[in-house]
């Protein structure tokens, strides 16, 4: 059982605007900057978002991140078929003194 | 750009001791963290543990009782070694860079392709 806690799946179709949420506690999400990842099947994970919705070189503007306490969002707009894949959100926890994640997304664009 | 590449045997026997590198190319090793995380089959990821360039370690209480990690700054490579492995410790194991900001934002990036090892007899 994962420490940050995701919904199993998602779906969306062409266009649409869809949220992934990722819940922690105060140690974790509640202290620090989620980062979120996506992962396409035999791929590595690829950094999508970090320290409070920055993003990468080469990551659309389409993906954006934010965080209300415990809880943090990765919002995808103008889907498309190529962000069919897992999602991963993860955090420092500052008990453990390493990192969480979260059991992992997969978003289906319908 | 900076690329990882985890390295190791493929089929560990039950008991004895897994041993992953993980080689950095295209960067230096110096001045950032260094992780190791794992997704066993069907499961979310797990991070196992990290080392400074400078050799001071942490790990997963979970697994801290069996787990060893080490750098080698002259080959740009980092280490795992975990002991006494059984069927759960079967997973993808992935090597990754943490790198932290002093105002305490940290971020893993890039990640390598995961290296999947299994425990069998």
């Known amino acids: 059982q994962s420490v940050l806690t995701q919904p199993p799946s998602a779906s969306g179709t062409p266009g649409q605007r869809v949220t992934i949420s990722c819940s922690g506690g105060s140690s974790n999400v509640g202290s620090n900057a989620v980062n979120w990842f996506q992962q396409l099947p035999g791929t590595a994970p690829k950094l999508l978002i970090y320290?409070?919705?920055q993003r990468p070189s080469g990551v659309p503007d389409r993906f954006s991140g934010s965080k209300s306490g415990t809880s943090a969002s990765l919002a995808i707009s103008g889907l498309q078929s190529e962000d069919e894949a897992h999602y991963y959100c993860?955090?420092?926890?500052?008990?453990?003194?390493?990192?969480?994640f979260g059991g992992g997304t997969k978003l289906t664009v319908l | 750009q900076v690329q990882l590449q985890e390295s190791g045997p493929g089929l560990v026997k039950p008991s004895e001791t897994l041993s992953l590198t993980c080689t950095v190319s295209g960067g230096s090793i110096t001045s950032y963290y260094w992780s190791w995380i794992r997704r066993p089959p069907g499961k979310g990821l797990e991070w196992i543990g990290y080392i400074y360039y400078s050799g001071s370690t942490n790990s997963n209480p979970s697994l801290k009782s069996r787990v060893t990690i080490s750098v080698d700054r002259s080959k740009n490579q980092f280490s795992l070694r975990l002991s006494s492995v059984t069927a759960a410790d079967t997973a993808v194991y992935y090597c990754?860079?943490?790198?932290?900001?002093?105002?305490?934002?940290?971020?893993?990036?890039?990640w390598g392709q995961g290296t999947l090892v299994t425990v069998s007899s």
């Open positions: 990754a860079r943490e790198q932290r900001t002093i105002v305490g934002g940290r971020w893993l990036d890039p």
């Open positions: 320290s409070y919705n």
């Open positions: 993860a955090a420092w926890d500052d008990s453990l003194n390493g990192w969480v």
